[in-house]
């Protein structure tokens, strides 16, 4: 008895649209995590890229609960001294509301090349307009 591992390039690969209008951002976040790593699937194997493409729409009208649109703050540092920059859940939203989700993800996904590469699968955009009618992505509830 053999254990299958699955050839990336073997791995049929279908596009998803997912509308987080309303929808909470750990949760959403989650969810596409597991599409993107391709853990839904039967023939999941940890090191090969087994995933799906999901296109999000309504970006910016994800949910946060509690104090967290004042509270959870993101970080970057520009690489000198004293460059910390820090901005607030609310402003980020105001002024880059894809960020908010994709930091999200990013965090579920392995912190490698494996990583960003499956990251690169993932599509968002604050308005409900979007440019990949042509995969024909199917509606993904969440």
Do not use: C
């Amino acid at each position: 008895m053999n254990t299958f591992v699955a050839k990336e390039h073997e791995v049929e690969r279908n596009w998803y649209w997912v509308n987080a209008e309303g929808k909470i951002l750990g949760r959403l976040a989650s969810q596409i995590a597991t599409r993107l790593r391709g853990k839904h699937k039967p023939i999941f194997t940890p090191h090969a890229d087994t995933g799906d493409f999901i296109i999000v729409t309504n970006a910016d009208k994800v949910v946060l609960t509690g104090k967290k649109w004042d509270g959870k703050i993101y970080y970057h540092h520009s690489g000198y001294l004293g460059g910390l920059k820090q901005i607030s859940a609310r402003k980020l939203l105001q002024k880059k509301p894809e960020d908010i989700l994709r930091f999200a993800v990013r965090g579920m996904l392995p912190k490698n090349s494996l990583g960003r590469r499956q990251l690169k699968k993932l599509k968002i955009y604050a308005g409900p307009e979007h440019p990949h009618q042509a995969q024909q992505p199917k509606e993904l509830e969440i």
